[in-house]
């Protein structure tokens, strides 16, 4: 069994899942105690039928929140992009709660009453920080310069539909302003001058062509390269953006340079953290007199190593300890999956409803 | 410009749904001891996450001790039994054991 740690994230939803996929053994524990005194003991922790239903409640609500911080917390790709992306999902996950806690079926339990306070507590919270997001402009940004989304999210439901243009007309702005004007980078017309130019040495005259292109991408409203990422095709799904910007870059030059400043915001400060703890385990009690610089270069001689896959082994004692990470990991994948069960199964009984 | 970490909004999130059902204990319930089940408030949510509270600290090792059947049990005390016995052999048949037992024979 776990045990939940207000300092610790997930924690609460880690309990109650390995108390819901120990619902069967726990309660055969507790009838087969041999032991009267240790029975009696046992027996005031004995959950009765609505507590259980209460337990697979919490945790089918925590379970959004937990998959989107497990999320973020990765580091192996920029998620800045993600923010806006997480705030909808979520609050589209409150929504769901809300109305079905408002269905007669759950309206006239006593404890669902409660419940319904304290999700909507939980979206005032969220609503809160969400406010806060509308001024920063990198989440928009991030969010429009993701190639596989662009402007999608803004096209979604909860959106009002003045939100699409005000972001796009934003971010152009702030396009021109700071990348289009100020930067020399190859230009795009010399390049396609330099094109014609070949082009002419041959023995087909395609000025009618180029024209005829120059009119069309007028007419589109295309006057750099914002308008022409914005007309062009979304890249695949579950592509990674920075590998289609690394592959686009010649054709948005100087887009890719507000790519890049945009995407270098971290989401989360997770990563951070993650990294200030190895220091923490690399200055034990018995190296206590290292270097600064030592410690230093050993925090980036094992991140440098993680990101090759080789991951360090300290000690021999240590390969015990990863066969049980393993089996942990093995034990909550089974326990994610019958939570994603268990969310199947009442998102299914409100629609059958 | 401050940019907030997502994480820990979304963890404020759920401590203030926790906080509101009475599920996360105050300050002054967070020190060490017995966990008492809170008989006021039947099946309501701290009741029910007290009670898993409880028996997480009454079993901590609750899923080894549970799913195994007795079967397996016995099977690990027999095996545990003749790894012992084995190793006792393997050091008593060893050089360096037999100089030291002839040693304290002296």
């Known amino acids: 069994m776990r045990y939940d740690v207000p300092t610790r994230w997930n924690s609460a939803y880690f309990m109650l899942t390995r108390a819901c996929y120990l619902r069967k053994p726990i309660d055969q524990y507790i009838h087969d105690q041999e032991d009267e005194a240790k029975q009696l003991k046992l027996w005031q922790y004995k959950l009765s039928k609505t507590e259980w239903e209460q337990v697979e409640t919490l945790t089918t609500i925590l379970l959004p929140f937990k998959l989107v911080s497990v999320k973020l917390q990765k580091t192996s790709r920029p998620r800045i992009d993600h923010v806006f992306w997480s705030y909808e999902s979520l609050f589209n996950n409150i929504d769901d709660l809300q109305t079905m806690l408002a269905r007669p079926r759950y309206r006239n339990n006593a404890w669902t009453k409660t419940l319904a306070v304290a999700v909507e507590q939980m979206r005032l919270k969220l609503s809160k920080y969400y406010q806060k997001t509308e001024h920063p402009f990198v989440y928009s940004d991030a969010v429009i310069l993701e190639p596989s989304g662009k402007l999608l999210l803004f096209e979604q439901d909860s959106f009002e539909p003045h939100f699409k243009s005000k972001y796009s007309y934003d971010c152009r702005e702030r396009y021109i302003d700071n990348y289009e004007s100020t930067l020399q980078v190859p230009r795009l017309e010399t390049t396609l001058k330099r094109k014609r130019a070949i082009d002419e040495d041959s ?7 180029y024209r005829a292109l120059a009119k069309a991408e007028k007419q589109r409203g295309i006057q750099n390269e ?5 007309a062009g095709p979304t890249a695949p799904k579950k592509r990674d953006p920075l590998g289609w910007w690394k592959i686009n870059a010649p054709s948005y030059p100087r887009l890719a340079m507000m790519f890049r400043d945009t995407f270098a915001v971290p989401a989360t400060g997770a990563g951070v953290e993650r990294e200030f703890s190895k220091s923490g385990r690399i200055v034990t009690p018995i190296r206590a007199r290292l270097n600064h610089t030592t410690v230093t270069e050993s925090m980036l001689v094992k991140s440098m190593l993680v990101r090759q896959g080789k991951i360090l082994k300290d000690q021999e004692e240590d390969v015990d300890e990863f066969t049980i990470n393993d089996e942990v990991e093995e034990e909550e994948t089974v326990e994610v999956n019958y939570v994603h069960d268990l969310w199947k199964a009442l998102i299914n009984s409100n629609e059958g409803m | 410009m401050h940019i907030n970490c997502l994480d820990h909004i979304v963890n404020l999130a759920v401590q203030k749904f926790l906080r509101s059902i009475k599920v996360v204990k105050s300050k002054d319930d967070e020190e060490d001891g017995e966990v008492e089940v809170v008989e006021d408030e039947t099946e309501s949510f701290a009741g029910t996450l007290s009670k898993i509270r409880g028996l997480a600290k009454v079993c901590p ?6 799913v195994l059947s007795p079967l397996s049990y016995f099977a ?4 545990r039994i003749m790894l012992t016995y084995r190793f006792s052999v393997l050091v008593r048949s060893s050089g360096r054991s037999s100089l030291r037992f ?5």
Not at chain 2, 61 to 66: A, P
Not at chain 2, 76 to 79: E, F, K, L
Not at chain 2, 102 to 106: L, V
């Open chain 1, 203 to 209: 023995e087909d005259n395609d000025d009618d062509y």
């Open chain 1, 226 to 230: 914002y308008d022409l990422y914005i």
């Open chain 2, 61 to 66: 090792k609750f899923q080894s001790s549970v």
């Open chain 2, 76 to 79: 690990r005390y027999i095996s």
């Open chain 2, 102 to 106: 002839a040693s304290t024979r002296k």
